[in-house]
């Protein structure tokens, strides 16, 4: 079993990255997934997380009790979930939003300009959440490339489609450039 | 009867309870809900407003959760099915108009997806605190069902019961989710049309002239009739006889109220829907519904690599409760746990089924985030080892 | 009650008012960049806590402490006051 | 004197629940048969006309008329009427019922559903009172009126019916008294042949509650109350149309708005000019079997 | 604290429950209602609505019961002592604000006149089905006070008790008649102010600095604070922290929740009123409450007459339930018999406290009129002849 | 730069709340700065003003607010208040809250409170939609726009409140928006010093919600759009004063009335007038504590 | 249904119309005799079933069928027919 | 034990004379009493009718079972209450207005024509229920005369009680007349 907390502030489509992990797991792969939103009136405008969790079994505790992999795309993102890793485990990180600090030895940290990239190579920075998403397949391999892209296709707008797809194989070629 | 094509979203989805519930009453045939926002149902009705338009149906927002909770029966009296979704404040708000439906028989389905309480408490978190309130929330004597779900595929495939129950019973069906349910994502696997079944509403062949409204044909269910042709029925929520006519008086009363009730009480064993694992033998069993019997299930995994003999009975259906099964159970097992995501509700009523044969352990909770496994382990474990008989 | 002790004020000798912040209630609407009558703020190029860009006095010397970016402000992370000796 | 046939009304009520339970010139029974009598001169098929109560006195009336009825709970019947219409757009949807059921506990269903311009006849009989459970003040009680709960008076402004209605945006909107049986027989036939959300005040004695509470004699003497105190004026502004106890007020035909789009008809345009094809939408008629047979359902 | 002799109407009167109820709640010290008529509850607040300008407080009728039912809480707060009266219905339509005033501690009365449900029902009879509704009927969790008096000079002596319990506890109070009490004319003694026991209001006497609105002081039970005296307190339905803060998550939910659960859990002893006769010795209880349990008493007297050992328990307080002593009675007893006005509601609730020890009869009433006395003492032969641990 | 004092106005705020849950450019904290301005301005005590919310995102300004105050049901805020005010009549109770709160769900209760002449002042900021849920379509959503459950755009009629309160019998009537900080503010000290059922309207953004779906840009662009395609127009007949997707519209004071007699005055002239002595009757001046204690409760 | 048995019409064969009742509806509240434009009805010296008195026609000559009585009574216990072969 | 039925018409004041009787009975002289009223819609504006139960013991069963005394002001309430009346019996009724029929030979039946002696002797026929109550203090001797006018006295407005006393007073005189 695999948990995953997806991480950053409003705006900058955590969610749908990650549904497009989630969903790759449980209906392109042959595992289990389920994924599970914070919410809380109180956080209208500020940070925003969601969790998911992959497992070879059925899922049955709804929540990430303690999370294998951060996805933060924030630094307050960061400081608020980073202590809940579990160590071994691993952070994939904004290089330009987060500073990761304070992290215990064992844990592997993969950042990349997210942002910047979506904003210089496609024009919009709102795709920075598919580039992620492509450089986590790419570092993590919890999902395939293929299953991967299945899902963004199937949960991005028609019109969105090409970009979505641009920015996932951007992060991905950037993970594997960085990090092979 | 099969579903309506049309309203069946076949295929392969990672959605979550709240979407799923929608295209669960969608395949059921679904095409009238009336409703007002709150947190966590929105999505139902969201979804629903998405794709009705072009399934053919309405969505109609109504000013309130009064409006909605009636508006809808008059949609099933229009020839609709229908639903109506809401969670705790809005629920209490529809509380009269439960007995409403219950009293003039509409078949028709409440979705509650419950969050912590009382009062607006907690919007955005779980809980399963309207159990009772689902059971005894309207003025009167009646019985009701109400049905929990467990997962997201549960959400599609237990609203189509609902909405079957009610039609099979012209009941109002309780469909209660919680929020864990409600905002998790999951795959869920919508069939084809044809391999779904329905329940279609029973509308008398009978002429006018000899049709009652309110006589009891089969298994003590009236027929509706179809309005616009000719049946001139009138439909009250004052006690009344089988002409549906006002009548007023211990008599009356004695018939129809005890009727409505009969009409589910006798048929429980087609109503209770249970899930099992590993009764036989078992020395303790636990005993939940929704969201808690997935924790409940995780601890029962952890209790027998321990080495406990522990089974689950899990509650599909909550209300008819199922008292004669868990009075059979507990002359076989040493304790029951019933954990909830509340101060102890439907251990009261596994508490009364029992009758001292066994020992029941309540494992309550307040809600905003479900057990802990480990709580639940615990009374597994106390259960073990104590219990039977006192 | 908590204190906040991130209070600053512009202070100009010749404004005829000054501009005060509290940054870490902002959260970067721009309103009062937009709506002050004489063009006093703009924003920082850091962030605060919350990762909003905040407003700074860029021309303190022109602030009349007209107080119309107090009036603005949805978080009364800014407000606005005349210099009384300069009246 | 010769025996004779039946009461030419006779079929449009359930005779084997008459006498009714009203008291003896209570002024529901005549809006009842001004109602009755509108619906037998317009040639509709009672079939294909329901009618919808809330709870009270007024609100019986839906046990009496033998066409598909609803006695639906106290204040509901306009929220339970929308639902009806909406699964069965072909179906007349008639809302009779009294003032405390429409105007006061129902406030909110009456100025939505108006402002929705949803299709209904809505029919309030305004007794001035509570009359049901006792006779205790309404929304539209007179100042100074006498009632179970306000019994030395009572001091608060009450709504005026039509100029409420004009305001949500009724289409529609006559005010009469059970006096007025022609006009209010034509009124009632108006708004059975209207679209969209039409209002009718009907004035009506209670006089075994509120006239008796205020010396205000007999039925009958109501009746040539509201006969010598009345003032036609059609097309009255409904600022106008307040009602004093006691004073004299106007009645008449206030509003009649043609060519206002229901709440079905906006959406069906709306929706025929948002999406393109007959695949994403197609026009919306209804819920009833009848539908489905002609479409996909496989029954 | 005494009663105010302005609203205490001493001497000795004909009057039926609902006036009774009126009188009881000025002598209380009840200085506004916020109502809306229904039948049988109507007198109550015609009788307040005529008396009330003379005692010096206000009547008003609300739109619907909705507003009622808040209207009393925002005039508790503002520092009258309060009541709404309805009947089914209309206590359908305020289950939201019940959770309300227990979220937010506002001491304040529900009165219920019950009369056949469910939905409109038998707007005149009588009957005692919304009993559990009283206890279930908002959603979320909590426990509720209820009493239940079965003669107009109660309904006068207990309405005094209600509104007590309510400040005592900063709980609403459930106060739950039947019709035929409500319209029964008895002899009603009104005592002498000074003889009248009063609970006033326990308002802070801390600083607003050093107060909070939500902080447990005695009892586990907050002060409040008067309203315009600068302590600037906050109430929220949300789930808040002992500032009256929103605070929402599990933790605050706990402590809240339970708070609010505990403060009168661990009070039954003070809360709950039981009336006795005849308990040592009997082989059978009569259990039962309201108008029932008057027909109730006069079978026992009758079976008595036949030479049956049979004792009464009358539940002045319905809840919180009196687990522990039914508990403590089902082993000392062959059978407790518990008739109602309803299909069996509290009969649940004795089931389950008595745990299998004796025997529990049932004696349902679907109402519209009392239960005929032979029934019930049919019942307590049977009980008689059969019973103790079956 | 120096270090200096305090925001001008966190005494009437709860600082230990701050920052508070408003989105970036939520109109909501401008509309409630206006409010406390306001306040500060009048030299009210504010121990003796009372805020009273429903259910939404508006709604949580009772929890902001550092007075006494309260956070009620969704809807029920006024009625909540009607109480607050019956028992305390010295308090000066504000019910502030959402459209949706106010005028969908709340309906009924706005209207019999404003015939009543209860002596509110109630604020609804018009955000146009149900933002606290997600941003739904609420009474007063204009024709076309997209929200969470009209996706396809709503095709509804929404409320034009000015005209509605004042057909209510509202006797203050305002229009503003946030982007018009000094006629806000001086709307506000009206209606804090008038008796009555006093009702401003403060358009807002809902940047997150309303602006977004509907493609309207930033909070910003849309204080400006406020700016620019708003109309003053005191007086203005409120019939005109609709609101259409997108289009410009009236803003002002378009009611200010006098003399009428509040909910407790007509009581007080009429039981004044109606029993004789003090015996019967004594004015009636509120419940709270300090009045026993000056009359006969032995305390 | 139960088909009521006490229907009696007024006969003149002078009038224009007949006046039908049905007696055991009525209950006695006068507008029928009040509201006949031509004064044809007044109140019977018996009383019905439930204790009312109820209309007769007095001046059966007079009828001319305008089933005003018929549209005034709230019990329908009377109707106006016009006599066909008068006009 | 005596059950009482008071039956008669709307508007005939039926109510007021079955308070007149209870209070009587429970506040002036040493008995127990209780009074339920048949409510019902269906009723509005027909038949009205009180039951009065006098007891010496505590009245716990609160309707009437079979009536020992049968008030009837109308054929209707006579004919519908007089099936449930207890042989022996009584029936005190308004002679003008009922012809008391089918009754068995051990029931007595008292006559008076109230409404005529209110009309005549008072101007007023409403007055024909405290005539009646008088007449049935005389006949029956259920309660004291005394205390039957301290009940009236204490029931009917101010500015009626001479009126009421005095047809009190009639309807007494009438019975101790006619049946003495
Ligand atoms: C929820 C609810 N509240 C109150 C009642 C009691 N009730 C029945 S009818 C009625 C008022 C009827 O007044 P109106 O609508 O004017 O009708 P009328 O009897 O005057 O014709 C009331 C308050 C009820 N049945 N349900
Ligand atoms: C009885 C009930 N129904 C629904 C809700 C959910 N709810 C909370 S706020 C809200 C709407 C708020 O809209 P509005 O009043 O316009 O306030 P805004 O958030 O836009 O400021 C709704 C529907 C609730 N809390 N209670
Ligand atoms: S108006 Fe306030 S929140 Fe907006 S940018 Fe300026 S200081 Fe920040
Ligand atoms: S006080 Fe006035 S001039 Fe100074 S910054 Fe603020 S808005 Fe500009
Ligand atoms: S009480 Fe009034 S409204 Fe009701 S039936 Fe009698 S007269 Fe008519
Ligand atoms: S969702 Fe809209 S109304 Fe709510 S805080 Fe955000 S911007 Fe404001
Ligand atoms: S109008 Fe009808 S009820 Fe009235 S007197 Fe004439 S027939 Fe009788
Ligand atoms: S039909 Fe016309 S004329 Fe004849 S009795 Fe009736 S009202 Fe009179
Ligand atoms: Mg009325
Ligand atoms: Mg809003």
């Known amino acids: 079993m695999t948990e995953i907390r997806i991480s950053g502030y409003g705006g900058q489509g955590v969610i749908l990255s990650a549904m497009v992990i989630g969903k790759a797991a449980a209906l392109y792969e042959d595992k289990f997934s389920s994924l599970a939103q914070a919410f809380g009136p109180e956080a209208r405008g500020s940070s925003c997380s969601a969790q998911v969790i992959v497992s070879d079994e059925k899922i049955l505790y709804p929540y990430l009790v303690n999370s294998d992999i951060l996805i933060a795309m924030s630094q307050e993102a960061f400081r608020k979930f980073s202590p809940e890793l579990k160590a071994p485990g691993t952070v994939v990180y904004e290089s330009e939003l987060v500073t990761p600090e304070g992290l215990s030895s064992d844990i592997k940290t993969f950042g990349i300009p997210a942002t910047r990239i979506a904003e210089e190579q496609l024009g919009k920075s709102i795709y920075l959440n598919i580039v992620m998403v492509g450089f986590f397949t790419a570092v993590t391999k919890l999902v395939s490339e293929d299953s991967a892209k299945k899902s963004v296709q199937s949960l991005v707008p028609g019109h969105t489609i090409e970009n979505n797809m641009k920015a996932f194989d951007l992060g991905y070629a950037y993970g594997k450039k960085h990090y092979a | 009867m099969k579903s309506d094509p049309?309203?069946?979203?076949?295929?392969?989805?990672?959605?979550?309870?709240?979407?799923?519930?929608?295209?669960?009453?969608?395949?059921?045939?679904?095409?009238?809900?009336?409703?007002?926002?709150?947190?966590?149902?929105?999505?139902?009705?969201?979804?629903?407003?998405?794709?009705?338009?072009h399934v053919g149906g309405l969505f109609m927002q109504m000013e309130d959760e009064i409006a909605s909770s009636i508006a809808l029966q008059g949609a099933v009296w229009g020839g609709a099915k229908a639903m109506t979704v809401t969670s705790g404040p809005g629920f209490s708000l529809m509380m009269e108009h439960i007995g409403y439906a219950v009293m003039t028989e509409t078949p028709c389905v409440f979705v509650n997806v419950q969050r912590g309480g009382p009062s607006t408490g907690l919007p955005t978190l779980p809980a399963q605190?309207?159990?009772?309130?689902?059971?005894?929330?309207?003025?009167?004597?009646?019985?009701?069902?109400?049905?929990?779900?467990?997962?997201?595929?549960?959400?599609?495939?237990?609203?189509?019961?609902?909405?079957?129950?009610?039609?099979?019973?012209?009941?109002?069906?309780?469909?209660?989710?919680?929020?864990?349910?409600?905002?998790?994502?999951?795959?869920?696997?919508?069939?084809?049309?044809?391999?779904?079944?329905?329940?279609?509403?029973?509308?008398?062949?009978?002429?006018?002239?000899?049709?009652?409204?309110?006589?009891?044909?089969?298994?003590?269910?009236?027929?509706?009739?179809?309005?616009?042709?000719g049946y001139n029925f009138h439909v009250t929520g004052l006690t009344h006889d089988e002409k549906g006519y006002p009548a007023m008086n211990e008599e009356n009363q004695h018939k129809l109220v005890g009727r409505l009730m009969d009409k589910i009480r006798n048929y429980k064993d087609e109503i209770i829907l249970i899930e099992e694992d590993g009764i036989e033998g078992a020395d303790v069993v636990v005993m939940s519904y929704g969201i808690t019997s997935r924790i409940a299930e995780k601890a029962m995994l952890d209790a027998r690599k321990a080495g406990i003999k522990v089974g689950k009975a899990r509650l599909k259906t909550v209300w008819p409760f199922a008292d004669e099964y868990v009075n059979k159970l507990s002359k076989k097992v040493k304790t029951i746990v019933v954990p909830e995501l509340n101060a102890g509700q439907i251990v009261r009523e596994v508490e009364r089924a029992v009758q001292g044969n066994c020992r029941v352990i309540s494992v309550p909770h307040f809600g905003g985030t479900v057990h802990k496994p480990e709580v639940i382990l615990a009374a597994i474990k106390e259960g073990a080892q104590s219990g039977n008989n006192r | 009650m908590k204190e906040s002790k991130d209070n600053k004020c512009s202070s100009s000798p010749k404004a005829k008012g000054k501009v005060c912040f509290q940054v870490e209630r902002c959260k970067g609407c721009g309103f009062c960049i937009e709506f002050c009558p004489v063009k006093v703020l703009g924003f920082s190029k850091d962030y605060n806590k919350k990762g909003y860009h905040f407003p700074i006095a860029e021309h303190p010397d022109k602030c009349i402490g007209c107080n119309m970016c107090g009036l603005y402000c949805p978080d009364f992370a800014i407000w606005g006051e005349k210099n009384k000796e300069k009246e | 004197m010769e025996t004779t046939g039946k009461h030419p009304l006779n079929k449009y009520f359930r005779e084997d629940r008459m006498p009714h339970m009203w008291c003896s010139g209570c002024g529901i029974g005549t809006a009842l048969n001004a109602f009755l009598s509108a619906l037998d001169k317009s040639g509709m098929n009672k079939d294909n006309v329901s009618v919808v109560s809330g709870i009270g006195c007024t609100g019986r009336i839906a046990g009496y008329v033998n066409m598909d009825s609803f006695h639906t709970t106290h204040g509901r019947a306009i929220p339970f009427a929308e639902g009806l219409k909406a699964a069965s757009p072909d179906t007349k949807v008639v809302v009779f019922s009294g003032d405390g059921d429409l105007m006061s506990i129902g406030g909110n269903h009456f100025i939505q559903a108006g402002r929705k311009n949803m299709d209904l006849m809505v029919v309030c009989v305004n007794n001035l009172n509570y009359a049901m459970t006792g006779g205790q003040v309404s929304a539209t009680t007179p100042k100074r009126s006498i009632t179970a709960t306000a019994p030395y008076g009572s001091f608060c402004e009450p709504f005026n019916l039509p100029f409420l209605a004009e305001a949500v945006g009724a289409v529609y909107v006559a005010r009469w008294t059970v006096y007025h049986v022609r006009e209010l027989q034509k009124a009632m036939s108006e708004a059975l042949n209207k679209k969209g959300f039409s209002f009718i005040e009907v004035m009506s004695p209670c006089p075994t509650l509120f006239e008796r509470r205020n010396k205000m004699g007999t039925a009958l003497s109501r009746m040539k109350f509201y006969k010598e105190n009345t003032k036609v004026e059609h097309g009255a502004n409904t600022k106008t149309t307040t009602i004093d106890l006691g004073g004299p007020f106007t009645i008449g035909k206030f509003v009649d708005i043609e060519g206002k789009k229901t709440y079905l008809e906006a959406m069906n345009s709306y929706y025929d000019e948002t999406f393109q094809s007959d695949d994403e939408y197609m026009t919306y008629r209804g819920l009833r079997q009848k539908y489905y047979e002609e479409g996909c359902l496989n029954d």
Chains 1, 8 share one sequence.
């Open chain 2, 6 to 53: 049309k309203g069946v979203l076949t295929g392969v989805h990672y959605i979550d309870g709240d979407h799923a519930a929608c295209e669960g009453a969608l395949a059921a045939g679904c095409r009238y809900v009336a409703g007002y926002p709150i947190t966590p149902s929105t999505e139902v009705v969201e979804r629903f407003a998405a794709r009705i338009p």
């Open chain 2, 129 to 229: 605190s309207d159990m009772m309130q689902a059971r005894w929330g309207s003025h009167g004597d009646y019985e009701i069902i109400a049905l929990s779900p467990n997962s997201s595929q549960e959400c599609f495939d237990l609203m189509i019961t609902a909405f079957n129950l009610s039609e099979r019973f012209r009941t109002p069906v309780m469909f209660m989710m919680d929020e864990c349910i409600g905002h998790m994502t999951e795959k869920v696997v919508i069939p084809k049309a044809e391999s779904i079944e329905i329940y279609n509403r029973v509308y008398t062949k009978k002429k006018p002239s000899e049709y009652k409204p309110y006589e009891p044909v089969k298994d003590l269910i009236p027929e509706m009739a179809e309005i616009g042709k």
